[in-house]
């Protein structure tokens, strides 16, 4: 089994990535910097979780008026991200990290227990990062019921802490 990377704290520079979209355009956390990143990782496409969080993202106003980046990420590749973007009406992108090193890196990937079994894959993550570049808060097993709501949350507290509510 993979050991987990250490946490990542709030404050710290969100480490840097590189990667591509259902049509291989690469997207890179400085593309976004001056804005709030949500970036979540998920198991897998069309799961239903997966759906449901996508789907919430997707649906939450307050996060589009808040002008926030949404980014998913998984293992998954990029005919399979196209095919769940297109079927769910996904307006951000599905990024791939087939061998998972980014996820690994960030601390989305490694053991899991899922019903009594240990298995090793993508764990359901949120990452709000600011629009420093730096790490606002993480959501690390994230249960999919009011998430989005909660991720909105974050980011009105953390706009308010820096002077722009």
Same mark, same amino acid.
């Given at each position: ?15 840097? #990535?590189? *990667?591509?979209?259902? +049509? ?5 956390? %400085?593309?976004? !910097? ?5 970036? @979540? ?50 307006? #951000?992108? *599905?990024?791939?990290? +087939? ?5 690994? %890196?960030?601390? !989305? ?5 899922? @019903? ?50």
């Amino acid at each position: 089994m993979t050991e987990a990377a250490p946490r990542l704290a709030p404050g710290e520079a969100f480490p840097e #990535f590189a *990667l591509p979209d259902a +049509s291989g355009h690469p997207h890179r956390l %400085t593309d976004y !910097a001056g804005r709030y990143v949500v970036l @979540y990782a998920y198991p897998k496409d069309d799961t239903p979780g997966c759906t449901k969080e996508a789907c919430d993202f997707r649906d939450n106003a307050l996060l589009k008026s808040l002008g926030a980046v949404i980014l998913g990420v998984s293992r998954d590749d990029a005919e399979s991200h196209g095919q769940f973007a297109e079927k769910y009406s996904l307006p #951000f992108p *599905l990024l791939t990290d +087939s061998d998972a090193a980014f996820l690994k %890196t960030v601390g !989305a990937y490694g053991a899991k227990n899922m @019903y009594g079994k240990v298995t090793e894959g993508v764990k359901r993550a949120t990452f709000l990062i600011g629009p420093d570049g730096k790490l606002v808060r993480s959501w690390l097993a994230v249960k999919v019921e009011g998430h989005a709501d909660a991720v909105v949350a974050s980011i009105e507290a953390d706009r308010k802490a820096r002077g722009h509510a």
